[in-house]
């Protein structure tokens, strides 16, 4: 079972819409959780950590749920600009963090 | 900005050869790590670098090696290299006690 699971896609959906990612973890002592954007033939850019309460960022909110181990990404209101894949990250420290294999969406016009 | 410079963008290499990939980071980062990207597997950790001089072994170290003389330097080694070694690798840097990392733009390895 791999540590990071995440449903690959693609997701394809028109402007506007709202889509949700959802992203589990194996290691119940992970301590710190990320989702990051990558462009096609691009490096990864952090979009935003994931805290326990949930935030928000934008039209992006994140969610942690730690009992059923899972983190969740919504985005509201889908711009052609959020075509792209994203990563969950998750960490026990610093140095040891895990990514799952990243979710596609493109957004369509 | 933090900005993380990889050597070459995309590289082709036989088999055999040895072969030297170098990542450069501006901000004085303490940490800098190496990943390969496959399709399906996301990144995995091959080595990370805490100080210069330092390295650490990551989930896949088998057929590199490491240097870090400076500490904005970071440096992958493949050996000799192998069809297997095929990849997108990509360098990142953090502050010591910091979790966000900065990546590299990526370096698309074809070995024939």
């Known amino acids: 079972r791999k540590e990071v699971e995440q449903d690959p896609g693609p997701f394809n959906v028109p402007e506007g819409a709202t889509v949700a990612f959802n992203c589990t973890y194996s290691?119940?002592?992970?301590?710190?959780f990320f989702w990051y954007r990558q462009d096609c033939r691009k490096e990864p850019k952090l979009l935003m950590s994931?805290?326990?309460s949930g935030n928000e960022d934008g039209r992006f909110t994140a969610q942690l749920n730690r009992a059923s181990q899972y983190i969740s990404l919504l985005i509201r209101d889908s711009k052609l600009s959020d075509s792209a894949t994203y990563l969950c990250?998750?960490?026990?420290?610093?140095?040891?963090?895990?990514f799952g294999a990243g979710t596609r969406l493109t957004v369509k016009p | 900005d933090v900005k993380v410079t990889q050597s070459s963008r995309y590289l082709v290499k036989r088999t055999g050869e040895k072969v030297f990939l170098e990542c450069v980071q501006d901000?004085?980062?303490?940490?800098m790590f190496w990943y390969r990207q496959d399709p399906g597997l996301g990144l995995r950790l091959i080595y990370f670098?805490?100080?210069?001089?330092?390295?650490e072994k990551g989930d896949i170290p088998e057929g590199y090696s490491v240097s870090r003389e400076k500490k904005e330097r970071f440096s992958l080694i493949l050996e000799s290299a192998s069809t297997n070694q095929t990849s997108m690798y990509l360098c990142a840097s953090s502050l010591r006690n910091q979790e966000t990392q900065y990546f590299g733009p990526g370096t698309r390895l074809l070995v024939l």
């Open positions: 990250v998750v960490s026990m420290t610093n140095n040891d963090m895990r």
């Open positions: 670098s805490y100080d210069v001089k330092m390295k």
């Open positions: 290691n119940s002592a992970s301590q710190s």
């Open positions: 901000m004085d980062h303490e940490n």
């Open positions: 994931v805290y326990s």
